[in-house]
C-alpha cells in the first residue's frame, strides 16, 4: 500500500505562487456583513486578535467547503487600506489589472491540479 501525503488547499496555493513568482502575504482576515461594523474599537480588537484585513464574503465561501467537504482557498486583493487614521482608497475602482492578474493566476493555480 503507498501512502501519499496531500498537502493542504493553502500549501497548494502558496507553492503555486512561489513557482509564479507572486508575491504573497499570508494573514488572518475577519469577515463582516456590514462597512458600518468596522468601528475603531472592533479595529483595534480584531488587530490585537492578528487580523489583517477584513472583508464581507469569505466567511459564506468556507462554511459551504465546511459543509460539503470541499477544499478552499482565498487569494484576497486588498483594496483600501483603513488600517491608518486616515481612510486610504488606493484608488481601487481603477485598479482593473490588479483584478485582472488574480483571475489568470487562479486559472493558472486550477491549472496545476
Do not use: H
Not at 494573514?27 to 464581507?56: F, H, Q, S
Not at 468556507?62 to 487614521?85: H, M, R
Amino acid at each position: 500500500m503507498i501512502q501519499v501525503e496531500i498537502p493542504s488547499t493553502a500549501d497548494f496555493v502558496i507553492s503555486g505562487l512561489e513557482k509564479l513568482g507572486i508575491p504573497y502575504t499570508i494573514g488572518k482576515t475577519w469577515t463582516t456583513d456590514a462597512m458600518y461594523r468596522e468601528t475603531p474599537e472592533m479595529i483595534e480588537l480584531r488587530r490585537n486578535e492578528g487580523c489583517i484585513t477584513v472583508e464581507m464574503e469569505t466567511a459564506a465561501f468556507f462554511a459551504v467547503s465546511k459543509y460539503y467537504d470541499i477544499p478552499l482557498a482565498q487569494l484576497l486583493y486588498a483594496g483600501d487600506d483603513v488600517s491608518g487614521e486616515k481612510w486610504d482608497t488606493r484608488n481601487w475602482n481603477n485598479q482593473k489589472n490588479v483584478r485582472s492578474n488574480m483571475i489568470f493566476t487562479a486559472i493558472k493555480l486550477i491549472e496545476e491540479l
